[in-house]
């Protein structure tokens, strides 16, 4: 039994592409908005983006577009028709929430940009999630993940000083992207419900990922500083090191003395001076690394992890690989995976609860949409078309 969401009354036009658009809608959609994924006919690019299931690049197999349409409807729409822009307005006057990350000007040279839309709906709240924003002498530029790292900053910190500067894995500025869309959409709608107005949200990738590094730009406001990368060689302790099996990451503190640290790792060596505080254990940071890895070299990180955590209290993690994750205990105990049944791919389970409300939680309604799925209920039940005029917009290359 489906319990009321948070945004039921809701229904919201995702006409964007790729991962942070899509991501952020779906965030609304899992919190019980009507979203409908409006397409081009020949479906929008996250459909190409692979990996596909069994290595099938198949439109209705993308994995990325599995994840990011969850609970959507599906309808195609050609928005650089006149009867496509058209159509979509008559969309807008029925709904509360656009979601685009069109290159800025593009929607404006349709007639579909906020100014034009506000005009038919008053209400309506378009979010906008570009890689530098609406506006500025970046705005026309075209992005990529690694660009919003290397431009946000964020680059220029990871890694080594030895090296040039390290992209961390995946595509987190677009799905920190979407979290702030979803988050600022949010915000806009509760102040909509007062003023009885909407606006216009703009999201930029490269600001959403900057505005992540809390002591990074303020050392640099304050006093000129610049954090840098850190040293190549004395500095695993704290950072990723290798044992038997797998990687981790141990740091003094949490509930643990020094002497219980060194009671873990084993060697009496590091209880002398030279390794009694931080400041000793940095200066002499490549003995100290290289005793902590020839301590750990046959010990299994799961084991060495729950002896840390659960015997000493200590702060320590493990490297977690995907298969790791997919029988992490802490992830199933909170019901953070979910069973999706795809009829063309089948059953996958996916990541789903990114975080959890008690009255008004996340739910799993339907798997993502096949191209133009739910065609014929938006425009006939939503917008009083008949199946004929289906038949014709069909012929005419406008759905």
């Known amino acids: 039994m489906m319990m009321p969401g948070a945004m039921d009354d809701i229904r919201v036009l995702d006409i964007s592409q790729g991962i942070a658009g899509p991501f952020c809608a779906k965030i609304l959609a899992d919190f019980g908005a009507d979203v409908i994924k409006v397409e081009p006919p020949g479906g929008e690019t996250g459909r190409t983006m692979g990996p596909f299931f069994h290595d099938d690049p198949h439109p209705e197999k993308s994995l990325f577009f599995l994840l990011l349409n969850l609970n959507k409807r599906g309808a195609t729409l050609n928005l650089e028709t006149k009867s ?5 307005k008559e969309l807008v006057r029925e709904s509360d929430v656009v979601v685009e990350s069109f290159k800025p000007g593009y929607l404006a040279s349709l007639g579909l940009d906020y100014e034009s839309l506000e005009k038919i709906n008053p209400r309506v709240v378009m979010t ?22 290397a431009m946000s900053g964020i680059m220029s910190i990871s890694g080594t000083s030895d090296r040039e500067p390290l992209k961390h894995g995946g595509f987190q500025a677009n799905y920190e992207g979407g979290l702030n869309g979803a988050l600022s959409t949010a915000f806009t ?3 909509r419900d007062m003023t009885g107005e909407g606006q216009h949200v703009d999201v930029s990738l490269q600001e959403v990922v900057n505005s992540t590094l809390v ?9 000129g500083a610049v954090q840098g990368r850190r040293r190549p060689a004395g500095t695993l302790f704290g950072n990723v090191m290798p044992c038997k099996d797998g ?6 503190g949490g509930g643990a003395t020094w002497d219980d640290i060194v009671k873990f790792y084993g060697p009496e060596v590091l209880k002398e001076e030279r390794f009694a ?3 000793q254990r940095v200066v002499n940071g490549e003995e100290f690394d ?7 070299k046959d010990r299994e990180m799961h084991e060495m992890f729950k002896t840390a955590s659960e015997q000493y209290r200590m702060l320590f993690g493990i490297v977690q ?19 999706v049944d795809h009829p063309v791919i089948g059953k996958i389970r996916v990541p789903f609860r990114l975080f959890n409300m008690s009255e008004t939680p996340s739910q799993y309604k339907m798997p993502a949409p096949l191209l133009g799925q739910h065609n014929e209920e938006v425009y006939t039940k939503l917008l009083r078309y008949t199946k004929d005029d289906l038949v014709k917009l069909r012929e005419l290359n406008v759905i």
């Open 189 to 191: 709608l509760l102040l």
């Open 215 to 223: 002591t990074n730009q303020p050392f640099y406001s304050w006093t």
């Open 277 to 279: 505080n931080n400041e």
């Open 128 to 149: 906008s999630i570009t890689y530098f924003g609406q506006y500025g002498p970046y705005s026309q530029f075209k992005g990529e993940e690694i660009l919003a790292y």
């Open 84 to 88: 496509g822009q058209n159509i979509f």
């Open 247 to 252: 990687y981790f990451i141990s740091q003094a």
């Open 290 to 296: 290289r005793i902590i890895i020839e301590a750990v």
């Open 321 to 339: 690989t995907p298969k790791d994750l997919a029988n992490c205990p802490q992830l199933e105990s909170r019901n953070f995976y979910q069973e």
